[in-house]
């Protein structure tokens, strides 16, 4: 059970028998996204959210390094420098400063959505590529931050038919990031999808089940956790975990300012993450929303500008230190809503045990350890989590009422494309497959469109107003 209050007041409505919510500030209690836990608890649950994200936030710079024609060595830096700056980002999101950071238990780090343009502009410059790059994601994020107050202003055209359709994408779309994981992780590889490693995600997605039921209080709390260790324990006999990474990693490493040179500014470049930071701060904007209700502090207008800005900010400091564009880690808030630990400290934590592995590439790579197998057995259920709230929000969304259920049908099957059938969009040309190669985002532009047509212009529109959808509850098997 949580050990946090869930602040529900304790007089029911005579009619309905139903709780209503009650302001934190009116008990005089804090709200568990403001609570602190004890030190041990705090880096238990932090580092949980490090083992969550950490294929996530390596897995861009490893990507792009070989492809931009960066040996060994080099692309560890880059990783090194990833782990740094999404500390940073973090840290800058739980934290915040004026009117930066969204104060929420929200983890940033590198986005996936960049690594597609950021591979075509390696091929296109060569050895120059990285400070192009990062030219393009400081002008992306100086215009991204300018630009946050407008995205919040967005957030009336989320009600829970759109907020549930992005929420339950979300979900559905990190799974095959699981199922990657489970079977190997390299599509190249002669035991991917082999049974070994198949059953290693089995056996650890069966072990965080049966932790999560058998266990109770902080030790339910951090099963993740210790089935990625039972996991990872299980796979050394098996031979499906390697030291290497250990053995030829620094004790101390410093990400120095610029290392691969001063940022150079190339149109097209420019352009391509300026798209990506739209993809960005359009799924952070879900993201916001979905976490809002999970940890039952609903983001306002000013929480998601606040947490846009944060975004892009960081994405701007990570490039000083050699990082990519920072964004939301959907998959950390399937942590939150199943841990029930929604404390923002935590996930500082996070970023505090983030930016000491960016300084120090040995202890990084103990977390590398963890074969991709465990990472996908947990990965399962952690996903599965959000695409459960995703479903939880739409079962309040009054899918009977006008054109909902349509809304939610078209938007889904628009944003599964790109899980059924990746090629789908070969034929466009690459600056439009950013994207239309995220279902996210595709799913969420329809669901939104969809949204203005059927519930806000036309003849509906009189008959609508006196309604109001309710803001949807969070799912109440996730708390």
């Known amino acids: 059970m949580a050990a946090q209050p869930r602040f529900r007041n304790a007089v029911n409505s005579a009619r309905t028998g139903e709780k209503h919510p009650v302001d934190p500030a009116q008990t005089g209690e804090k709200h568990p996204v403001d609570e602190t836990l004890p030190p041990l608890k705090m880096f238990t649950s932090g580092l949980q959210h490090v ?44 934290l915040g400063i004026w009117k930066i950071g969204a104060k929420l238990p929200f983890v940033n780090g590198v986005s996936f959505a960049g690594v597609t343009p950021m591979i075509a502009i390696g091929k296109e410059h060569g050895a120059n590529a990285i400070p192009v790059i990062l030219g393009g994601v400081i002008v992306a994020g100086l215009l991204g931050f300018v630009a946050a107050p407008y995205f919040g202003k967005l957030v009336r055209f989320f009600p829970p038919v759109v907020t549930g359709t992005v929420i339950t994408l979300i979900g559905v779309s990190l799974l095959p990031v699981a199922f990657n994981w489970s079977s190997g992780g390299n599509e190249k590889a002669a035991d991917y999808g082999s049974l070994s490693n198949l059953g290693l995600a089995a056996i650890t997605l069966v072990i965080v089940l049966a932790l999560r039921k058998l266990l109770h209080g902080f030790m339910q709390q951090i099963a993740i956790l210790l089935g990625l260790i039972a996991g990872s324990l299980i796979a050394i006999p098996m031979g499906k975990t390697s030291l290497d990474a250990i053995k030829n990693a620094d004790v101390v490493g410093f990400p120095t300012p610029f290392h691969f040179g001063a940022p150079q500014f190339d149109v097209a470049a420019i352009v391509s993450m300026c798209i990506v930071m739209l993809v960005c701060m359009t799924e952070s904007t879900a993201d916001m929303l979905a976490l809002g209700k999970i940890v039952e502090r609903p983001a306002d207008q000013n929480t998601i500008a606040a947490g846009l800005r944060a975004d892009t900010l960081g994405s701007v400091l990570s490039t000083v230190f050699n990082g990519f564009m920072a964004s939301a880690f959907a998959q950390n808030i399937g942590l939150v809503a199943m841990t029930k630990v929604r404390s923002r400290f935590v996930v500082a934590t996070g970023g505090l045990i983030l930016v000491a592995l960016g300084l120090c590439p040995v202890a990084a790579s103990v977390i590398s350890l963890v074969p991709l197998p465990v990472l996908g057995g947990a990965g399962i259920v952690l996903f599965g989590s959000v695409a459960a709230s995703g479903i939880q ?63 806000h212009f036309g003849s509906r529109r009189a008959e609508d107003e006196a309604e109001v959808l309710p803001m949807a509850e969070p799912a109440a098997a996730l708390h």
């Open 51 to 94: 083992a969550a994200m950490y294929a996530g936030v390596v897995a861009p710079p490893m990507i792009v390094g070989p492809a931009v024609g960066l040996d060994a060595k080099e692309t560890a830096f880059l990783v090194a420098a990833s782990l740094f700056t999404a500390g940073l980002a973090t840290l800058l999101q739980t």
């Open 393 to 455: 929000t739409l079962s309040t969304a009054a899918l009977e009422k006008g054109e909902n259920a349509l809304i939610v049908a078209a938007s889904v099957g628009i944003g599964l494309i790109p899980i059924a059938k990746p090629d789908f969009y070969h034929a466009f040309p690459d600056k439009l497959l950013v994207v239309l190669d995220s279902g996210i985002s595709t799913g969420c532009v329809v669901a939104i469109v969809l949204n203005l047509a059927f519930n």
